[in-house]
């Protein structure tokens, strides 16, 4: 993957990540002792599923059927527990079911 950045000195310069790289930055990130916003969470999570989706079908062709299935199994975890989650705080108040007490009046 290429990315193009600006430094301070007003050069536009190129550096290449490769797999390696995002991991190690993803997992320095994970390990970090300070609180990651909701913001920054959704922002890490949409370069990862942005990075998903950039995968070739030829790439994951190429890969061994014990590689896909592992990657698929990963991901078949990360559904249920996104799935699973109730919405906190006044968004689960705005989402819950009415009780029936409430739609009897």
Known sequence: MKVTKWVEFSQEVEISLGV???HGLLAESL????QETLREVLHGMNAVLSFLRAVGDDQIAAMLPVHRQLVATVLAEQIVRFQ???PAGDAA???????????NG
């Open 84 to 86: 699973k989650q109730e």
């Open 20 to 22: 390696e790289d995002l």
């Open 93 to 103: 108040a705005a989402t819950a079911a009415p009780n029936k007490e409430a739609q």
């Open 31 to 34: 390990v970090s002792d300070r």
